[in-house]
């Protein structure tokens, strides 16, 4: 499936297209190893009708979101309402789930063939329904 076909054109999901200002300043950096962030990563690979996808602005980002009714543990730590939360990724964390972290690296333009970081920042953007999760490869 080609990454285009992914996109789901929906009116009110249009959440950071038109406005910038949908998060506030302000984030917090956690080094994780998450179950929450590898159940959505799994949700959002298993269900890519369901995601809505940020066109790529950058080479080795991926941007998405998800209906902020999909149940998520811890979710006010890792969707923090209208605001950032930064999260570097273990070196377990990236070893263990390669194979999914992989699927993502795969959609992004990186012209390089492999990465050693993975940062993923979410939010939960209320006016929009949505759960932010966007993946940098570095």
Known sequence: MSRDSQVIPDER???W????????????V??????SIYNVLTYIKRHPDRVTFKPL????VVTMGIDDQVPVANQDLYFPV???SVNLMTDDFVG?????????FN???????????????TSHIVDQHLFLVEISFE
């Open 30 to 35: 956690v080094a994780s190893n998450s179950d």
């Open 57 to 60: 602005e950058y080479g080795n």
């Open 82 to 84: 209208n605001r950032l």
């Open 96 to 104: 263990e789930y390669s194979s999914l972290l992989d699927y993502f």
């Open 13 to 15: 999901r249009n959440f």
């Open 17 to 28: 297209y038109n406005n910038p200002n949908n998060i506030q300043e302000g984030c917090g």
């Open 107 to 121: 959609m992004t333009q990186n012209t390089r063939p492999d990465y050693h970081e993975v940062w993923i920042t």
